[in-house]
């Protein structure tokens, strides 16, 4: 019997109870007694103690994609029906089917939201009072978003909003400078939630008042500040000078100054104070200068012959702006002189100074409206020293030589000085007694002009003199001098000397004369020597000058390659001999070596004078092509000119014509001639009139000429053919009547 009866329907997911839905039914109940939503499914759990029940499930308009209920294995009475692949946040009709034997009881309908996703990419910056919340929604749906910003020491929640559904940002005002924070997004769909965190903080609050105290210490630096709002871990506090590496101090929350100590005088420094929480900070900074330290070393030179004053002075440590240098005489302030921060040295001229008379000297260095003075009274009146001159130059050093001032017997000693000329910076310093009248300094630059300064001293005066003086440039390296194959030019090459150089001269001498005289600049290093004359050997001198010093000489020497000769004429009036003339060649010449060759054989090599201008090649080879080389001869060197001639071919021997008994005909016929050919031509006249030729191979000595009148007497001419010579023999024959 079938009973009819009301079912209250529970559902519950992950969060709680969503809803509560009453289902009539028939037979087979539809009980539901729980209900899980994720992101992508929903799963249902019905109870029915008729276990031939059977059900299905199936998304509203998704009937096709029906899932069975599966009977759970440990609890009977109970079915879970699964759906899949749904998209989150979003509400699902779902159709709960009953069955027995296959045949549908009932159809309900249940409606649930799937759990809607997290947001995505949780962002959050911020300044000293607020933080910067973004999101990105993440797949499906959702209905409005909650955010909630809870203090991250455990007090709990301290705000939270409801945001609608299209927001992707929020900022959240009035925090605490320094606070640590945590901040949660969750999105909603009906009951349902799903979440994402991120700890954040809000930018610490910088300290203010920041200043800086030196109480006159040029190496002391006193940093206060008042304190920063909000919460603050530490306190960072940074020195830094530019170019170098920053002092650090960490202070606790509650320090207020700091002092920095062993620092550079004059120098500008930057002082930050960081305010620390967490991982941020914030920076306050100023710009702040050390006093300016002083002068050292204050020494008065006396120019006397310049009617000058040279002060000079080693400059102290750390940075200034100037210098400035005050002279007086008593209350008399006699010059007053600026001079540029880089400056060790200033003079002060037109003064007419008394010798014997006190001065005061005032130094001041300068930073700002800051100022360190020295100062310092003296006589005035010692003399330098006389007769400075230059005793000994070469490659690498310079000696200088004095005599002792008169009026100086006062004087504690001399410091010589080496300069490069035009310049003010010492090179290399001596200290000598009092009694040297001499300074030898080594290991010079070639070439280089150089200033040195004798200087007088006693106490805190000085006096000086000068002299230039020029060390001696070296000689070139691996000079060479080669011709490369020419017999009117040669080619001079070399290497840079190391040191200073202004040109170089170039002599070129043949026996003994001088053929040319040239400079080239100190940057070549080769140079072309032309218009020379054939054959001809030449010495090369090559100097090198700076200033009026020239060095060593550099020399060298090559022969121009001996010209060719000329208008060369070969006869061959003879089949056996070859007649060689030739025009003398050009230049210097030592002799010509005439050489005949047969293909790579030589036949014959002559040695001839340089007055001979011809020779003769005989009992060589009828009609062959031999190659005749002239040779010019200068020194080890040669020039040759080749040509080829060919001798006259000989004739045939012992030839004969014969009728052979037909008056028609005529036969010839010889003996091959000697030496070389190429081949035969045989013709037969008549009254001087040619009427046939044969041209014949070399090997052939025999030929036949046909048509010919009875009992007419032919000649007959054989030429011997070897290239463009022949040789020609004649004879006579007649046909038979």
């Not at 700091?258 to 914030?282: A, E, H, I, W």
């Not at 230059?390 to 080496?418: C, F, K, M, N, P």
Request: proline share 4%; glycine share 6%.
């Amino acid at each position: 019997m079938l009973r009819r009866k009301n079912i209250h329907v529970a559902l519950w997911v992950a969060c709680g109870i969503l809803s509560t839905v009453v289902v009539d039914t028939k037979e087979c109940s539809i009980k539901v007694v729980k209900a899980i939503s994720t992101t992508d499914s929903i799963c249902i759990t019905l109870d029915n103690e008729d276990v031939k029940c059977q059900y299905t499930i199936s998304v509203r308009d998704r009937h096709n994609d029906s899932k069975d209920c599966h009977q759970d294995q440990e609890h009977f009475t109970h079915f879970e029906c699964k759906t899949e692949n749904l998209d989150p946040g979003t509400w699902h009709q779902l159709d709960i089917i009953s069955k027995v034997d296959e045949k549908q009881q009932t159809q309900h309908t249940v409606s649930l939201p799937t759990r809607p996703s997290a947001v995505e990419n949780l962002w959050v910056s911020g300044d000293t009072n607020s933080l910067d919340v973004s999101w990105q929604p993440g797949p499906g749906k959702t209905e409005r978003y909650q955010i909630k910003l809870l203090d991250s020491r455990g007090i709990g929640s301290i705000w939270n909003t409801t945001v609608v559904s299209t927001a992707t940002s929020y900022t959240i005002k009035g925090l605490i400078p320094g606070g640590l924070y945590n901040v949660t997004v969750i999105t909603e769909v009906g009951e349902l939630q799903n979440s994402a965190s991120r700890q954040a903080q809000t930018v610490p609050a910088a300290v203010s008042n920041l200043r800086v105290e030196n109480n006159g210490d040029q190496n002391t630096l006193r940093v206060l500040w008042d304190k920063a709002s909000g919460d603050v871990d530490s306190y960072l506090v940074s020195l830094t000078l530019p170019g170098s590496n920053s002092i650090e101090k960490t202070l606790s929350p509650n320090s207020t100054d700091v002092v920095f100590d062993s620092l550079s005088p004059g120098k500008t420094y930057q002082v930050s104070v960081s305010t620390r929480s967490g991982t941020l900070s914030n920076k306050t900074w100023i710009t702040v200068k050390t006093e300016p330290g002083k002068v050292s070393d204050l020494v008065m030179e006396n120019l006397s012959d310049r009617g000058a004053l040279k002060i000079t002075w080693t400059p102290p440590s750390g940075e200034w702006e100037h210098i400035r240098v005050v002279l007086s005489n008593g209350s008399e302030i006699l010059a007053n002189q600026t001079v540029d921060r880089t400056a060790k040295e200033t003079l002060l001229s037109w003064l007419n100074l008394h010798p014997g008379k006190v001065y005061s000297m005032a130094v001041s260095v300068e930073n700002g409206g800051l100022a360190n003075t020295v100062y310092y009274e003296e006589e005035i009146g010692l003399p330098p020293v006389s007769q400075l001159h230059i005793r000994h130059s070469d490659e690498t050093s310079l000696s200088a030589l004095w005599i002792h001032a008169s009026g100086s017997s006062s004087r504690d000693g001399y410091i010589v000085q080496l300069f490069q000329s035009n310049t003010s910076t010492a090179i290399q310093t001596r200290t000598l007694s009092r009694g040297m009248r001499e300074c030898t300094f080594n290991v010079l630059t070639p070439g280089r002009l150089y200033d040195i300064t004798v200087t007088t001293t006693t106490k805190n005066l000085r006096s000086s003199a000068t002299v230039m003086g020029r060390t001696l440039p070296l000689k070139v390296n691996h000079l060479k001098l080669s011709n490369k194959g020419k017999s009117d030019s040669l080619n001079a090459s070399w290497e840079k000397p190391s040191g200073d150089l202004d040109f170089y001269n170039l002599v070129l001498l043949r026996v003994g004369y001088t053929v040319d005289n040239i400079s080239v600049s100190a940057n070549t290093t080769s140079t072309l020597l032309p218009f020379l004359r054939p054959g001809a050997l030449y010495k090369l001198l090559v100097t090198t000058v700076s200033g009026s010093q020239t060095s060593k000489l550099a020399e060298a020497e090559c022969r121009t390659v001996p010209a060719a000769v000329s208008d060369i004429t070969v006869t061959n009036s003879g089949p056996d001999f070859l007649n060689v003339s030739w025009k003398a060649a050009e230049g210097d010449v030592d002799n010509y070596m005439v050489m005949l060759k047969d293909q790579e054989k030589i036949v014959h090599t002559l040695t001839a004078s340089k007055a001979t201008a011809e020779s003769v090649f005989r009992s060589l080879v009828s009609g062959r092509l031999y190659t005749i080389s002239i040779t010019t001869h200068s020194g080890s060197y040669r020039n040759q000119t080749l040509v080829q001639e060919r001798t006259q071919p000989s004739t045939v021997q012992n030839p004969a014509a014969i009728h052979s008994a037909r008056d028609d005909f005529l036969k010839v016929y010889w003996n091959h001639a000697s030496g070389d050919y190429d081949y035969y031509e045989v013709a037969i006249e008549y009254n001087s009139t040619r009427l046939q030729s044969q041209k014949l191979n070399r090997i052939q000595s025999e030929c036949e000429f046909n048509d010919l009148i009875p009992g007419r007497l032919y000649t007959v001419t054989i030429s011997t053919w070897s290239g463009q010579y022949n040789s020609t023999v004649s004879i006579h024959g007649r046909t038979c009547e």
